[in-house]
């Protein structure tokens, strides 16, 4: 819903007047603001409400960053099987 009203707000601009347009988003202090006012959306939505949601995205959010974390070592591991193959070495 954000970007398809970002979408419609730059939709009228020419590519000139884009930079203007931008320029004023991408400071410290309206990313601090949206930040802010992003918890305080979720505060609103999940913890004054005692949803149990927030433990969901703990535990699927720990799911996803040690999977992230661990894809690298198994990239190497799976090469190092494919480099292996190749050669014929028996691994």
Known sequence: MALRSFYNEIKGLK???LPAHLKPIFTIGYVKNSFKRGLDKYHAKYIET???DPLYHICFGGMAF???VALPEERRHLEHLQHAK??????
Do not use: D, N
Request: proline share 0%; glycine share 14%; charged share 20%.
């Open 15 to 17: 590519v000139k007047e």
């Open 50 to 52: 005692s949803s149990v």
């Open 66 to 68: 040690s999977y992230l």
């Open 86 to 91: 190749e050669h014929g070495g028996a691994h």
